[in-house]
Nanobody
């Protein structure tokens, strides 16, 4: 099993940056591709970014490419998401999730149903 705890959310002005972190505890962190999702009442839950087990493959929602960056530290069992040039529409509850993919170190999936473990989320509010 894997336990995930997100941190780093908060209130930020438009145009600013923020870094979210997710700390994992439990065994076999490296067996999991990691993803970030966000949820709002209007849009529901949507994929934001994902990173493969070996950290060499990343995937982003098309609308967020160039503004968000995901990276992981397998030694520290963490995955982080850098959010830059934030917009009001980025306001959401951001979740970290783990997808066990034993057959590939390079695969990243975007479907939330593929993910096995979820954190409780961290709120990001973008407002002036």
């Amino acid at each position: 099993q894997l336990q995930l705890v997100e941190s780093g959310g908060g209130l930020v002005q438009p145009g600013r940056s923020l870094t979210l972190s997710c700390a994992a505890s439990g065994n076999s962190f490296m067996d999991y591709a990691m993803g970030w999702f966000r949820q709002t009442q209007e849009k529901g839950r949507e994929f934001v970014a994902g990173i493969s087990r070996n950290g060499l493959t990343t995937n982003y929602a098309d609308s967020l490419k160039g503004r968000f960056t995901i990276f992981r530290d397998n030694a520290r069992k963490t995955v982080s998401l850098e959010l830059s040039s934030l917009k009001v529409e980025d306001t959401a509850l951001y979740y970290c999730a783990a997808d066990q993919i034993l057959w590939s170190t390079k695969t990243v999936r975007t479907n939330d149903r593929s993910y096995d473990y979820w954190g409780r989320g961290t709120q990001v509010t973008v407002s002036s």
